[in-house]
């Protein structure tokens, strides 16, 4: 029987890792999930074209990546205006929305339904912002702690929101040991949005 991961990647686009990371997912033939802080996307439209251009599903992420838990109703609610409307002139079809650290406060619920989004958490982390981790140790955790229909959520662009520097290229030689593994193990590889229209 197939089992099915979706895969997801937090707080980029970053103009070395993620293009490292697509290189990756396209030499592995895997559509992922990047949820994306907006002001980043901003300043790298043929990054956002490229992932969107690949087959990957893009999502939101926040305006800046700011923690739910400091802002008031007023910024709140421009960071999800903001973002919509930098991801549309992007000509990307937002659907899905992650908080940062999945932090949310009391406003969270009603504007992620105003704007028509759906909140994406995820089922596995392995600490790969942290640098003490070897590649090899998070592709161990990877493999353990994955379960079918998991959400695993990874980083390609933590080191700007408190992520340990040089972690990242960690994760991506983690993903280059574990991900034809699993695929020789049967493992199936499918976006949030596939996750969403099979539930």
């Known amino acids: ?3 099915k991961l979706v895969l997801t990647f937090d707080d980029g ?5 993620t293009n490292q990371l697509l ?4 030499s592995q033939k895997i559509k992922a999930t990047f949820f994306l802080v907006a002001k980043n996307a901003l ?4 990054l956002v074209k490229r992932i969107k251009n690949e087959g990957h599903c893009i999502a939101l992420h926040s305006l800046e990546h700011r923690h739910a838990l400091l802002c008031g109703y007023r910024y709140f609610s421009l960071d999800f205006s903001n973002s919509m409307d930098i991801f549309r002139d992007l000509k990307c079809d937002i659907k899905y929305y992650r908080p940062p650290w999945g932090a949310r406060n009391l406003f969270t619920k009603y504007l992620v339904k105003r704007h028509g989004l759906i ?3 995820w089922d596995v982390m392995v600490q790969d912002w942290k640098r003490h981790s070897s590649s090899q140790e998070i592709a161990d955790k990877i493999e353990n702690r994955i379960f ?4 695993l959520c990874l980083h390609d662009g933590c080191e700007k929101y408190g992520g340990e520097k040089m972690v990242t290229p960690q994760m991506i030689e983690a993903l280059k040991l574990v991900l034809p593994k699993l695929k020789n193990e049967g493992w199936q590889f499918i976006t949030v949005e596939e996750y969403f229209d099979n539930a």
Not at 43 to 46: A, D, N, R
Not at 148 to 151: E, L, N, R, T, W
């Open 119 to 121: 909140m994406v958490l």
């Open 148 to 151: 079918d229909g998991a959400i």
């Open 13 to 17: 686009p970053d103009s070395i890792y």
């Open 23 to 26: 290189d990756l997912l396209k």
């Open 1 to 3: 029987m197939t089992k």
């Open 43 to 46: 300043k790298l439209p043929g």
